[in-house]
Nanobody, 125 residues
Framework: QVQLVESGGGLVQAGGSLRLSCAAS????????MGWFRQAPGQEREFVVA????????YYADSVKGRFTISRDHAKNTVYLQMNSLKPEDTAVYYC??????????????????WGQGTQVTVSS
């Protein structure tokens, strides 16, 4: 099993930056491709970005491409999401997820096995 704990959310003005972290428990961190999703009130959970097991390959949703960057640190069992040029429409609860079955091309929530509790990101205009 893998336990995921997100941190780093908060309130930021439009144009600002935040960095989210997702700490994973267990010694099999490198066995999982990792993804970030977000969910705004009344909306479905939306894919944001994913990274391969090695950390070399990534896949971004068009809405965040060029603004967000995912990375992973195997020594710290942690995945990061650097968010720059934030917009009010980025406001959502952000979730970290791990997939043992999928890959960095996995964009559907059903493809992920483990989820964190989520962290709120609010971007004011």
């Amino acid at each position: 099993q893998v336990q995921l704990v997100e941190s780093g959310g908060g309130l930021v003005q439009a144009g600002g930056s935040l960095r989210l972290s997702c700490a994973a428990s267990g010694r099999t961190f490198s066995s999982y491709a990792m993804g970030w999703f977000r969910q705004a009130p009344g909306q479905e959970r939306e894919f944001v970005v994913a990274v391969s097991r090695s950390g070399v390959s990534t896949y971004y949703a068009d809405s965040v491409k060029g603004r967000f960057t995912i990375s992973r640190d195997h020594a710290k069992n942690t995945v990061y999401l650097q968010m720059n040029s934030l917009k009010p429409e980025d406001t959502a609860v952000y979730y970290c997820a791990a997939t043992g079955r999928g890959s960095y091309y996995s964009t559907r929530p059903s493809e992920y096995d483990y989820w964190g509790q989520g962290t709120q990101v609010t971007v004011s205009s």
